[in-house]
Nanobody, 116 residues
Framework: QVQLVESGGGLVQPGGSLRLSCAASVSIFSIYRMGWYRQAPGKQRELVATITSGGSTNYADFVKGRFTISRDNAKNTVYLQMNSLKPEDTAVYYC??????????WGQGTQVSVAS
């Protein structure tokens, strides 16, 4: 069982920045891939970014150049640095982990709101 705890969400103006954190209850060396997803009201959950244990990253087209995913293995934490935020980035952001044997876990989510 992997517990994931997100933090760092909040209200920010358009063009602003936020950094989300996802702390895992186990060593993230043991996790094949971690990622961030988001779900806006009335919409399906969608991939934002992922990072593998080897450090390979993948981004949704709508965040390329604005968001950066990273990991701190010593802290068992994955980050999502979000810059140049837009109102359409408003959503609940969820941390996700996928183990080497395909077990998937989710965090409880953190709200990000982008508004003037």
């Amino acid at each position: 069982q992997v517990q994931l705890v997100e933090s760092g969400g909040g209200l920010v103006q358009p063009g602003g920045s936020l950094r989300l954190s996802c702390a895992a209850s186990v060593s993230i060396f043991s996790i094949y891939r971690m990622g961030w997803y988001r779900q806006a009201p009335g919409k399906q959950r969608e991939l934002v970014a992922t990072i593998t244990s080897g450090g390979s990253t993948n981004y949704a087209d709508f965040v390329k150049g604005r968001f950066t995913i990273s990991r701190d293995n010593a802290k068992n934490t994955v980050y999502l640095q979000m810059n140049s935020l837009k109102p359409e980035d408003t959503a609940v952001y969820y941390c996700n982990s996928r183990s080497y044997n395909d077990y998937i876990y989710w965090g409880q989510g953190t709200q990000v709101s982008v508004a003037s």
